[in-house]
């Protein structure tokens, strides 16, 4: 047991990056995901539709630390071996895919059916439809749930450190291990978390509400 | 593939597995059921309660909502002790979902009062309606109407973050696949079985909330 000292403190505090790091990579994987979720959930194709209904119940319906489980433990079946790195990325983005994939869903669905007819009237096919009708107006929509959602995911990293990658969480019991002063470490830890967290509940919040006025 | 599923020595800890599943879900009705009683404390103060009351409920509500379960947890568990406050693994894991479930709860709870409409209930007495039934037929119904989905939702968030309360070692699913998979090393067997089983519980909860949904909380429109 030693005492803790202020290089600690830098150790814990520089372990952000890879929380930051590790929400960034699961939200542009997640978006991907969540794009073609999203399609596939609203699209023309029965099947598709419910591959992604599918697809997004089962994360849905299990815990994160689950998914991150099998992330973990899934690609040693095919005899690829992951560092606890690429299986949170993996488990993440796929977390990711399915609940931004929903939101997105609701946002498009939120559009008016009518600027879709209008649209293929003037000649536009699929493609040109969403990206130039739909998404323009179904991405105001879809803004503050999503900005939500990114707090839920910065939280859900914390759960990587359950499988062993070094992010702020795991850092911080690295720490403790050492010098056990839980208080303080797990105090600190979670000031870091909430003052990553809480700009964007407010601003999640904020353009949710300018939303609704812009709506009446 | 040269990989051998081996669900044996899964399937014969069955019993450990039943007694994890039974204990997630008492863990999370406990859980829900204070956190209920909080939340409902916590709305009562928000809505009507003093300035500074609402202020402490509010600062409460964001200091839960933007911080991780894990650290929450870590908090009650490892941090209380030092402050002299000793517990266990599983109360610890109660309380720590008790404090995550109704930062939520208040806010929706919150929605169901404000749903009440006071003409409404100038109107019920107008028709000359007793108390009871205003507050049963005019405050009541709707009220649940309006937090149902949010509330049903909201516990079956709590049964699936309660796997993280493993990570303190309570008695619950998560915990039990723990130990099956470092008596039998067979990882991904366990955690798959598991991760169907915590499925098949929330799937058994979409469907019977929503069937007390149908047939009790809609109501009849008028043709």
């Known amino acids: 047991m030693r005492e803790l000292g202020s290089g600690d403190l830098f150790y814990i505090i520089g372990a952000i990056r890879w929380t930051l790091l590790l929400s960034l990579v699961a939200f542009a994987g997640g978006a991907a995901g969540g794009v073609l979720v999203a399609l596939a959930r609203s699209g023309r194709f029965r099947w598709l539709r419910l591959v992604a209904a599918g697809f997004i119940k089962i994360f849905q319906g299990t815990p994160l630390l689950m998914q991150l489980f099998l992330a973990f433990f899934a690609p040693g079946i095919f005899g690829i071996s992951v560092d606890p790195w690429a299986a949170a990325a993996l488990g993440l983005s796929l977390h990711a895919s399915a609940f931004l994939g929903e939101i997105w869903r609701g946002a498009i669905g939120v559009v008016p059916a009518g600027q879709t007819e209008a649209a293929t009237a003037l000649g536009l096919r699929y493609w040109p439809v969403m990206a130039l009708v739909i998404a323009p107006q179904a991405v105001r929509i879809a803004i503050p749930p999503t900005v939500g959602f990114l707090v839920q995911l910065i939280k859900g990293t914390s759960l990587a450190s359950i499988i062993g990658f070094v992010e702020l969480t795991r850092a911080a019991q690295i720490v403790n291990n050492a010098t056990f002063h839980p208080f303080t470490i797990f105090g600190i830890v979670a000031l870091a978390y909430f003052c990553v967290c809480w700009p964007l509940s407010v601003l999640s919040r904020r353009m949710e509400r300018r939303l609704s006025v812009a709506r009446r | ?223």
């Not at chain 2, 044996?8 to 204990?23: C, I, K, N, S, T």
């Not at chain 2, 030092?82 to 517990?87: F, T, V, Y």
Request: hydrophobic share 55%; net charge neutral; aromatic share 12%.
């Open chain 2, 1 to 223: 593939m040269s990989y051998q599923f081996d669900f044996q020595d899964v399937f014969a800890a069955w019993p450990e597995l039943a007694w994890g599943a039974l204990h997630t879900l008492v863990l999370s009705g406990i859980a829900m059921a204070i956190g209920m009683v909080v939340a409902v404390a916590g709305a009562l103060g928000k809505t009507s309660g003093p300035r500074p009351v609402r202020i402490v409920i509010d600062a409460y509500i964001e200091l839960i909502r933007n911080t991780p379960f894990l650290i929450q947890i870590f908090m009650i568990f490892f941090g209380l002790p030092s402050l002299g406050i000793r517990l266990s693994s599983n109360t610890a894991a109660v309380i720590a979902l008790v404090i995550n479930v109704s930062a939520y709860g208040i806010e929706i709870i919150r929605a169901g009062i404000e749903s009440i409409n006071a003409g409404q209930i100038e109107a019920g007495k107008a028709l000359g309606l007793r108390p009871l039934q205003i507050f049963r037929l005019i405050v009541l119904k709707p009220a649940i109407q309006a937090i149902y989905p949010s509330l049903t939702s909201q516990f079956i968030l709590l049964l699936l973050n309660s796997s993280v309360c493993s990570a303190i070692a309570a008695t619950e699913l998560t915990a039990a696949a723990g130990d099956i998979q470092s008596r039998t090393f067979r990882s991904f067997e366990v955690y798959f079985v598991i991760t169907c089983m915590y499925f098949v519980m929330s799937a058994f909860f979409w469907a019977v909330f929503g069937v007390i949904e149908k047939n009790f909380l809609r109501t009849p429109v008028e043709r």
